[in-house]
């Protein structure tokens, strides 16, 4: 019985290592430049003002909870580009998307936050500079 313990605690240290990695990874891109991309989020992220990119899977079922928390967020702030990573893989690759839903929030073309996960429109929104 011990070794079907030991096992199991092995398989939830590997998912909470990963899960943290994916998270750590994501701090290193605050305070970089945004990558050069195309489409309206490129037409954005040039104009040197703020923008929200949301990636995000159809399969996945965090990003649809976080779908359901982001009018919240459009209440207060209307530019959030949502990007499809199946159908605009070169963007989410560009942006160092490991999963989804990932969050970017970029202010004058620097990545000034970076979420991975379900976040909370108030994490988000005092991220823009809004309460």
Known sequence: ????????LIIVGVF?????LVRLRG?????KP????????????QRRGKVVAYFFSPSCS???????????????FKDIIHINVMKDRETAQQFGVMGTPTTVVIVDGKIAAYFVGVTAPAKILKSLGIN
């Open 1 to 8: 019985m011990s070794g079907v313990l030991y096992f199991i």
């Open 16 to 20: 909470v290592a990963l899960q943290l």
């Open 27 to 31: 701090l290193r891109y605050r305070g």
């Open 34 to 45: 945004a990558p050069k991309v195309g489409g309206r989020l490129g037409q954005k992220i």
């Open 62 to 76: 965090a990003c649809r909870t976080m779908e359901k928390l982001l009018p919240k967020v459009q209440e207060k």
